[in-house]
């Protein structure tokens, strides 16, 4: 099995995003978010492993690729797992894709990237940091083990000031649960140095739809019929009616835009809400 591969979003239609190759050290994630997609196709996912001679393997395999020199790390869990401030493998992945002349998007929830400044910043570069909420207690009931709100607008305000530029990924935006935080979402992301955003509403699997039903009874008792009668079945994931996800992602568009910040919608179909060169922000990277 190949350790760089191509990004494929299950061929999603939806999907723009520029050709890029994927990669993380590790396989699951320890963050526990209730909303999480890859936990409905990973087995075992709480339980982070580390892939197998993974530093050799990539050493060996990324002299082949000459050319679309674009990684993400990581796509199918955070590449700032816990055990990475042990074992360091994501940095010394850094490392040899910088070393290599990669483009290097990394997508966290983690200020531990912030360990990793002094490779970032001789490297082209960017971090795209996920917030969900400001509410810390929220947070813990949503992304349990994941590092706080507070920590994360922190590592924001950290990279931009070090001339790392970022995206903040508002991603999932939940009916009932974070959809009224839209407008101080925006505008912490904003006032803390992000220069893009990323968002989408939640799509519910079966699988995160029972985690967020247990946590969120009453919120998910009320939009249930909005996801399962109203709502579409788009490549296995059940979505909100287009309307209403049309309304959602406006709503962050036109906050964005008050604020000078470029905005894209990911897996939504609403491109003419894209603002930015590019959905993932990897126009910022030079
Ligand atoms: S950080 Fe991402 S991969 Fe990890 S549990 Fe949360 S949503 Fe899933």
């Not at 020199?69 to 994501?90: F, G, H």
């Not at 990237?113 to 996920?130: E, F, M, Y």
């Not at 509410?135 to 920590?151: C, F, G, H, I, T």
């Not at 970022?166 to 992301?189: C, F, G, K, M, S």
């Amino acid at each position: 099995m190949p350790v760089i591969t191509p990004f494929d979003p299950w061929k999603s239609k939806l999907c723009t995003c520029p050709f890029k190759y994927s990669f993380s050290p590790y396989v699951g994630c320890s963050h526990g978010c209730l909303y999480c997609y890859a936990s409905s196709y990973i087995p075992r996912f709480s339980e982070v492993r580390v892939k197998k001679d993974i530093i050799k393997k990539l050493n060996k395999e990324i002299s082949k690729i000459g050319q679309n020199k674009y990684v993400t790390i990581a796509n199918s869990n955070d590449p700032y797992q816990p055990i990475e401030e042990k074992l360091k493998l994501t940095r010394e992945a850094l490392k040899i894709f910088s070393s290599h002349d990669f483009k290097i998007m990394i997508v966290t929830k983690s200020n531990l990237v912030l360990r990793d400044l002094d490779i970032l910043k001789k490297s082209k570069a960017a971090v795209s940091i996920t917030i969900t909420t400001l509410d810390e207690n929220k947070a813990k009931r949503l992304e349990p083990n994941a590092p706080s709100p507070e920590k994360r607008l922190e590592a924001i305000k950290i990279l931009s000031r070090n001339g790392i530029p970022v995206i903040a990924r508002i991603d999932p935006i939940i009916p009932l649960i974070n959809d009224i935080e839209i407008d101080n979402l925006v505008r912490n992301v904003a006032e803390s140095g992000a220069r893009h955003i990323v968002s989408s509403t939640y799509k519910v699997k079966l699988d995160n739809w029972g985690r967020m039903k247990k946590e969120f009874p009453k919120e998910m008792k009320r939009v249930k019929y909005l996801y399962f009668k109203k709502g579409e079945k788009i490549n296995g994931y059940y979505y909100l009616p287009q309307e209403h996800r049309y309304e959602l992602m406006k709503r962050v568009f036109d906050k964005a835009r008050e604020f000078n910040v470029t905005f894209a919608v990911c897996r939504e179909g609403f491109i003419e809400l894209n603002s930015g060169k590019t959905c993932d922000g990897s126009h910022l990277i030079q």
